[in-house]
C-alpha cells in the first residue's frame, strides 16, 4: 500500500501543531521527522520535545528519519518521544547491524536510509533486516532541492532486489518529490513517499488530496 509522509521540516514552525493536524486531516498516514545535528548534514532541527508535543495530539505514524552521526546514543530517547519508525543512515553507523538491532529492542520498527551516491550494495547484509529503506533523493540537509533524476534507476534496482529475496520492505523516497515526478518513483517501486514544500506549501489539505489521489491510482 502506498502512504504519504509529508515532511515537517517545511511546515510552519509557529503552528506546527495546526499544519500537522491540517495533513492527519487531510489522510495522510505517516509524519515524517528530519532530525539533524549540524554534523552529518550542515543544518540542525528539532529534537525530543517537539516529537513529543505533537505526538500528544497525533495518532499519524511518526516516521524520525536521523540525519546525526553516532546515532546509537538516542535511539531509546527517541523511541520514547513517539517513534513509531526510527531510520539511521548506513553512512552514519560503526556497526549497522548493531544499530538496527537497538532499534527493534527499543519497540519500535527500524529502517536504513542511504545518500544519492551510496550504493545499494551498503543493504547486502542488512536488508533482511529492516522493516523500510530510505533512498534519498536529494543530498540531506535541506529542502526545496530538486529531485535527482539517477534515483529512479535506484529505486527500480531497490524494488528488484527487493522482490528476488521475497522481502516486504518499504521502499520511501525522500527529496524533491512533487506532484508532477510521484508517479515516476511510484512506477519505479516506491510505496512511501515523503513531500515537503509540495505539501505545506499552499492549501496543504488540497495537496494532501491531490498526492493521495496519485497514490491511489484515481
Known amino acids: 500500500m502506498n502512504k504519504l509522509a509529508p515532511s515537517i521540516l517545511s511546515a510552519d514552525f509557529a503552528a506546527l501543531g495546526e499544519d500537522v493536524k491540517r495533513v492527519e486531516n487531510a489522510g495522510a498516514q505517516y509524519l515524517h521527522i528530519d532530525v539533524m545535528d549540524g554534523s552529518f548534514v550542515p543544518s540542525l532541527s528539532l529534537g525530543f520535545p517537539v516529537i513529543e508535543s505533537i505526538r500528544r495530539n497525533s495518532v499519524m505514524v511518526f516516521d524520525v528519519h536521523l540525519m546525526i552521526c553516532d546515532p546509537d546514543r538516542y535511539i531509546r530517547a527517541f523511541a ?130 491531490d498526492f493521495l489521489q496519485i497514490l491511489e491510482g484515481k
Do not use: W
Not at 117 to 135: G, K, S
Not at 170 to 189: F, M, S, Y
Open 80 to 209: 520514547d518521544a513517539g517513534a513509531d519508525i526510527i531510520t539511521v543512515h548506513a553512512e552514519a553507523c560503526t556497526h549497522l547491524n548493531r544499530t538496527v538491532a537497538a532499534i527493534k529492542e527499543a519497540g519500535v520498527k527500524a529502517g536504513v536510509a542511504l545518500n544519492p551516491a551510496t550504493p545499494l550494495t551498503a543493504l547486502d547484509y542488512i536488508l533482511e533486516d529492516v522493516d523500510m529503506v530510505l533512498l534519498m533523493t536529494v543530498n540531506p540537509g535541506f529542502g526545496g532541492q530538486k529531485y535527482i533524476e539517477s534515483s529512479t534507476r535506484k529505486i527500480r534496482e531497490l524494488r528488484k532486489m527487493i522482490e528476488e529475496r521475497k522481502l516486504e520492505t518499504d521502499i520511501e523516497v525522500d527529496g524533491g518529490i512533487k506532484l508532477n515526478n510521484v508517479k515516476t518513483v511510484l512506477d519505479a517501486g516506491a510505496n512511501v513517499i515523503v513531500a515537503g514544500s509540495a505539501v505545506f506549501s499552499g492549501d496543504a489539505e488540497k495537496n494532501v488530496a
